[in-house]
């Protein structure tokens, strides 16, 4: 098995951005952070969960719906390193960002967040209005954690799980599907682990400056942080199970199968907590999941192991 270890990954959107050398173009891409954009793949969940895989017209509508989120995820990563540049030059790692190193320019990261994010918006118009619509309240949702609510305890975290709720709604909207409440409940909490976990590691990785880094760090510590999670921990593996074995699923897919899929987030979300506990891991999930191999199969096998169940042959 594949050992992870603690030093960054050297992706984009990381600590190595601010290489010299690089163009502005190149500066731009990494401010937009591709690597990131794993975190959009939950809008696939509705092409999955609503037996629309073997469409080709709906997967087009649901690749177009990621490409649309990369880019919105995008601006809304310019934004948030435009407002955060100042304290960031005070972090270990994000110091060496382009905005906050000077090697990309404010006035260039805005002009480049408005443009993409007409674009963005543009092309969510064109895939539907409904998709529109999740797609503006994503990115107004974000703007508005850039502006104020990421300095608001607890609400920080809830508005980062809310906006992952919003990616699955905008996947199942832009395919035409309706979408379990219990997915639902299911990506909410999900969601809110990575992000607690995420902030334990910046606790524990900043120490006692913590706050000096980012305000909302002081509201928090890591043995509240532990008991949140541990609690979101417990709420997620019973929402999934309930979601596997509910009358409304069994009769959707007509099968009761799809409770042999349980181990996977078992195992998935034990070996987040064994990264992030013993490997001082979760600073950047995105970059955690693509360089931790057992993490990777346990999602990978996962998503076949459902797609094997609920598209089997009647």
């Keep these: 098995m594949a050992r992870s270890t603690s030093s960054p990954v050297a992706a984009p959107g990381t600590a190595t951005d601010a290489a010299p050398g690089r163009s502005v173009a190149v500066h731009l891409l990494f401010s937009l952070r591709p690597a990131q954009w794993s975190k959009n793949l939950v809008i696939f969940a509705g092409l999955l969960f609503g037996r629309r895989l073997l469409d080709s017209q709906a997967v087009l509508a649901a690749i177009g719906a990621f490409t649309v989120f990369c880019v919105l995820s995008g601006v809304v990563y310019l934004v948030n390193d435009l407002t955060d540049r100042e304290s960031d030059r005070q972090h270990p790692l994000k110091a060496r960002r382009p905005i906050a190193s000077g090697a990309l320019a404010a006035s260039t990261a805005i002009g480049a967040a408005i443009v993409l994010a007409a674009a963005g918006l543009a092309g969510a118009v064109l895939i539907g209005r409904p998709f529109a619509t999740v797609a503006g309240a994503y990115l107004l949702l974000q ?35 309706e979408i379990s409440h219990w997915l639902l409940v299911c990506t909410i909490l999900l969601a809110l682990f990575i992000a607690l976990a995420k902030r334990r590691h910046e606790i524990v990785l900043l120490a006692g400056d913590a706050p000096n880094h980012r305000p909302i760090l002081g509201e928090y510590s890591a043995y509240l942080l532990d ?21 409304e699923t069994v009769g959707k897919f007509q099968t009761r199968w799809l409770g042999l899929t349980i181990p996977f987030p078992l ?27 057992p993490l990777l199969a346990c999602v990978a096998l996962w998503a076949l192991a459902v797609a094997l169940i609920i598209y089997r042959p009647l």
Excluded: C
């Design 143 to 177: 703007l508005a954690y850039s502006s104020g609510l990421k300095h608001v305890v607890i609400i920080d975290v809830l508005t980062i799980a809310i906006g992952f709720v919003l990616r699955a709604v905008a996947g199942a909207v832009a395919v035409n599907v």
């Design 227 to 247: 008991q949140m999670i541990a609690v979101v921990t417990a709420s997620t593996l019973i929402a999934y199970v309930f979601y596997t074995i509910s009358p």
């Design 267 to 293: 195992y998935g979300i034990f070996r987040y907590l064994f990264l992030v506990h013993q490997r001082k891991g979760g600073g950047s999930p995105a970059d955690l999941l693509l360089a931790d191999r």
